[in-house]
């Protein structure tokens, strides 16, 4: 999956579970559609995630109409 993170064992890639959660699908819906999945496997996905954003620094950028103005 040219280097992003599956669920173990799988080429599931973990953000199109994240995806699916985004949507609005519950972990019932994602395990009918994905059988080799466990409820685990979904929890260790938004796990992942969390891990990932909180390290993560943001820097706001300012507006290209900002910039003309100064």
Do not use: C, N, W
Not at 26 to 55: F, K, N, Q, S
Request: glycine share 8%.
């Amino acid at each position: 999956m040219v280097g992003k993170p599956v669920i173990r064992g799988t080429r599931i890639p973990v953000a199109l579970i994240l995806k699916m959660l985004g949507q609005g699908m519950v972990t019932e819906e994602i395990l009918r559609e994905y059988p080799r999945l466990e409820r685990g496997d979904i929890e260790a996905a938004i796990t992942y995630a969390a891990r990932m954003i909180e390290h993560e620094d943001v820097f706001l950028l300012p507006l290209q109409s900002e910039l003309v103005a100064a």
